[in-house]
């Protein structure tokens, strides 16, 4: 977990694939928030398509590199939760602050990846590292 948390961590703009309700793949820029009760969390705005068809099919896949040529995918199962330590957490982040202003907005959502898989691998030739979380 702790390779996973710090690849995340270092890299701080993954890119997150889902299904959308028109049954075609979208991918869209999103930040990790942090770990937090063992459990990956990020954080969305309910009013957005991304939460819309998280709901619809919670199924999703992150992605990102880094400047070495490394790479992590993570897949899991987006669990939405009201839970305000989690929203507090995420409130740390000036983008997020400045975006919800404060953990009660009622818009901000926050969710956990279930059933978490990563894989963490690059060019060197080596085998892929793989995590269930």
């Known amino acids: 977990m702790d390779e996973v948390v710090k690849f995340l961590r270092d890299n701080p703009v993954q890119y997150l ?14 930040m990790f928030m942090g770990l937090l009760d063992g459990k990956l969390w990020f954080c969305t705005n309910n009013q957005k398509d991304v939460y819309k068809d998280m709901q619809a099919n919670p199924n999703v896949e992150i992605s990102v590199s880094s400047p070495t ?7 899991g ?5 009201d839970n305000m330590q989690a929203k507090e957490m995420c409130m740390a982040n000036p983008i997020v602050k400045g975006q919800y202003g ?9 969710f956990y990846l279930a059933d978490a898989h990563a894989v963490i691998a690059d060019f ?6 793989e995590y269930s979380l």
């Open 17 to 30: 694939a889902t299904i959308g309700r028109d049954g075609k793949g979208k991918c869209r820029p999103f």
């Open 69 to 75: 040529f490394a790479w992590i995918r993570l897949h």
């Open 77 to 81: 199962r987006a669990v939405f939760e």
């Open 102 to 110: 404060d953990a009660s907005n009622p818009i901000f959502e926050v």
């Open 124 to 129: 060197s030739g080596e085998p892929p590292r």
